[in-house]
Structures are given as structure tokens and as C-alpha cells.
């Protein structure tokens, strides 16, 4: 029957705790029944309470995609590829050095000169005056000489055209005008020498 009174309560549980303390044999026997209880709730509950590998965020793994489409893999940084900085800056490209007057270069501006002032109104025509400087300009140049008016050319002064710089492969002349100075730029080109510029000055 079970026990119904305090007092009997009391009587059972001096007897359990009393149990222990009877022999030696009983006491190590108590102890490696407590050890094994405490081992075997410490080992339970933390695996009750973990939360499964896979499900929400806690267990999620983070991927990294390695460039260039290689698949993703678990725990590698993507690589980075740096250009590496120019340790020395280039060189400047260098400068024209002078040299004395080629005599090409000398002819061909003379006889542009004299061509650009030898138009004469109502004795010679547009087409007349073009050929003449045709021979000794440039391809890409002459185009624009087809839009100048010689009629309002200024007469060139009858003095040699002088030399105002001169390098390897091209070089500037100066031409008197009667109102300026005409400057002609003279350079070696596949097609030979020829005025490649013209500008008047004053």
C-alpha cells in the first residue's frame, strides 16, 4: 500500500540516505552512479537543445564565387589581380634638332612664293594660279587653297625668301608682302619637299 503519513515518508527517505553511508562498497557505488548521471545529462541536453545543421540562418554557410566562373567554394576569398603602378614616368619625346638649310627645301618654298604671287587679274585665271602651286604643295594642304580668292592676295615684295628655322626634315620660310610677312612651312614628305603651311603675319 502506499505510504499515506509524514512520518512513514520520513522513514523511507532516512532509509535512502541512509543507504550509502552502510559500507564503503555502498558509497562507491553511490558515486559512480551520480558521475555517470551527471555525464550522461551533460552529454543530453546541449544535443537536444542544438539547432540542426541546414535549417534558418544559425546553421547557413556562407559561399564564396571564385571569378572567372569556377563554381563557388566554402572559405575562399576571391582573388584580386592589381596592376602594378609605372615606376618610372616615359620620357618626354625629344625635340627637332636644327640643321643647316636643305636647298630642296630652299627651292621648293622660293617657287611657291613666286606661284602664290603671280596671280595678275584679267591676265591670269583661278585655274592658272592653282596649277602653279599644285607641284608644290602637300595633297592634304592644296584643298585649302582652292577657297582662296587670288584676287585678294597680297603682292608678294620682290626680296629672296629668307630661312627663319631650319631642321632635318622640315623648316620655315619668311616671304616680304606689302602689307605683312608671309610665313611658309616647307617639310619632307614621302612625295617629296613640299609646303605643308602658310600663315600671314601683319
Not at 619625346?93 to 630642296?104: D, H, K, L, R
Request: charged residues 20%; proline residues 10%.
Amino acid at each position: 500500500m502506499p505510504i499515506r503519513t509524514n512520518r512513514g515518508r520520513a522513514a523511507v527517505y532516512r532509509r535512502l540516505w541512509g543507504w550509502p553511508l552502510r559500507s564503503p562498497r555502498h558509497l562507491v557505488a553511490t558515486i559512480v552512479g551520480v558521475v555517470v548521471l551527471v555525464t550522461t545529462i551533460s552529454v543530453v541536453i546541449p544535443n537536444a537543445i542544438k539547432p540542426r545543421g541546414g535549417s534558418g540562418t544559425a546553421g547557413a554557410t556562407s559561399t564564396t564565387t571564385k571569378p572567372g566562373g569556377g563554381g563557388s567554394q566554402i572559405g575562399v576569398l576571391p582573388t584580386v589581380t592589381s596592376t602594378p603602378l609605372p615606376t618610372k614616368a616615359p620620357s618626354p619625346t625629344a625635340a627637332p634638332s636644327s640643321a643647316p638649310v636643305n636647298p630642296n627645301a630652299q627651292l621648293v618654298a622660293d617657287m611657291w612664293v613666286d606661284a602664290f604671287g603671280a596671280y595678275q587679274p584679267g591676265k591670269t585665271t583661278k585655274e592658272q594660279w592653282l596649277a602653279g602651286l599644285e607641284p608644290h604643295t602637300s595633297d592634304e594642304k592644296f584643298p585649302a587653297l582652292e577657297s582662296v580668292d587670288p584676287a585678294n592676295v597680297p603682292a608678294v615684295v620682290d626680296q629672296p625668301v629668307k630661312a627663319i628655322k631650319s631642321f632635318t626634315d622640315s623648316a620655315e620660310f619668311e616671304a616680304k608682302l606689302e602689307d605683312g610677312r608671309l610665313i611658309v612651312t616647307v617639310a619632307k614628305l614621302p612625295e617629296g619637299w613640299v609646303v605643308t603651311e602658310w600663315t600671314k603675319v601683319g
